[in-house]
């Protein structure tokens, strides 16, 4: 990741900073004791960039609506599948959460579905719960879903529109009540365009989209992320830190932070426990880069665009599945999309040709 340039740091500073954004070296006092706030009344950012975020979950809540979160990693998805359980009808019941990207097909379908006793090798079981049922009369979150494997998609978008299944080898047919909640970091529609992931579940999965945008677009959330983790880690590490000094603050404010709020949570972890004095004196953002990073990073995204093509090549522009160019960089498909997505790399019309 390039170092950003003094006078587009300047341009940020200039377009995204207000005055009331900083408290110059103001201490940090403790907050007042009070009685217990909802869940979506802690979210960091619901007065600034989140606000017609919350509004618009605040209008879908009450409803059986299918809602599909997209944004980059690390910037809260989970966060707000929560925030919208927890505003529904439902928040009484179970927020089951599957992350699709991180089982094989096989135990994903048993995961979601359900094995029944000899339906496949490894069924020990008479009968396991599956996730739609605990989730039932629920929220089910299925993170990462563009990572779900084409052969379980069909299943999935019956359950979406008949809300019924069948157990992996059962002819027994369950019936629910789930509201399906479904988040992802890569690009679904190009995914259908590239006959990755199937077009009838994505309109079915898009009903209600939400878009989350990345921390470099909501500058004016980042002192309050910065103020919100300075007390949880400093609480959490027996520290007492009373000043964010103000040229910290539009140091971190400057940034862009590509691994988003994740990324700024971790950054401010590493700096409380390396502050003295009871200031918050982290290293700079862009002082974590190493050295050859920093020299070498329009070289090194050269050769990066060059591998990701010479591997979409080889796999003749197919990107999932076992043979595709995504298990050939050691990538998940969706990060394989994103980083294609950043690098400027088109898929070929005719991949034959190139």
């Avoid at 089951?96 to 094989?104: E, S």
């Avoid at 080898?169 to 909640?181: L, M, N, Q």
């Avoid at 999965?205 to 880690?233: A, G, M, T, Y």
């Avoid at 691994?259 to 950054?267: A, K």
């Amino acid at each position: 990741m390039s170092t950003e340039s003094n006078s587009v740091m300047q341009a940020s500073l200039t377009t995204a900073m207000s005055p009331h954004l900083f408290r110059a070296d103001e201490p940090m006092t403790r907050k007042p004791e009070r009685a217990e706030a909802s869940f979506v009344d802690t979210i960091v950012g619901r007065r600034g960039g989140l606000r017609s975020i919350l509004s618009q979950l605040k209008a879908v809540a009450p409803t059986n609506a299918t809602v599909l979160i997209t944004g980059e990693t690390g910037t809260g998805k989970a966060v707000i599948a929560r925030a919208l359980h927890e505003l529904s009808p439902r928040r009484t019941r179970n927020l089951v959460k599957v992350n699709c990207a991180t089982m094989p097909a096989g135990l994903l379908d048993s995961e979601l579905f359900g094995p029944v006793r000899g339906g496949f090798t490894g069924a020990i079981t008479s009968h396991t719960t599956s996730r739609f049922t605990l989730a039932d009369r629920g929220t089910l979150l299925l993170d990462e879903i563009g990572d779900i494997p084409l052969e379980l998609q069909p299943k999935l978008l019956r359950v979406l529109q008949d809300r019924e299944f069948e157990a992996v080898g059962s002819a027994r047919t369950t019936r629910v009540d789930v509201r399906v909640i479904a988040a992802t970091s890569g690009d679904l529609l190009q995914m259908v365009q590239d006959c990755e992931f199937r077009e009838d579940l994505y309109y079915r999965l898009n009903s209600f989209p939400v878009i989350l945008p990345p921390l470099r677009e909501r500058k004016q959330d980042i002192p309050e992320f910065v103020r919100h983790f300075v007390e949880q880690f400093a609480s959490a590490t027996g520290k007492v830190i009373e000043i964010i000094p103000e040229e910290t603050l539009r140091a971190i404010v400057s940034h862009s932070w590509p691994g988003n709020v994740r990324e700024l949570q971790n950054y401010v972890e590493r700096g409380v426990i390396l502050s003295k004095g009871g200031v918050f004196r982290p290293e700079p953002p862009w002082e974590r880069q190493t050295p050859l990073l920093k020299s070498t990073s329009s070289t090194l995204e050269h050769t990066v665009r060059e591998q990701v093509r010479a591997a979409c090549r080889r796999a003749n522009w197919k990107l999932g599945g076992s043979d595709g160019a995504a298990v050939r960089l050691g990538l998940k498909r969706t990060t394989l999309f994103y980083m294609m997505k950043r690098l400027g790399i088109k898929r070929p019309c005719d991949p034959e040709q190139h």
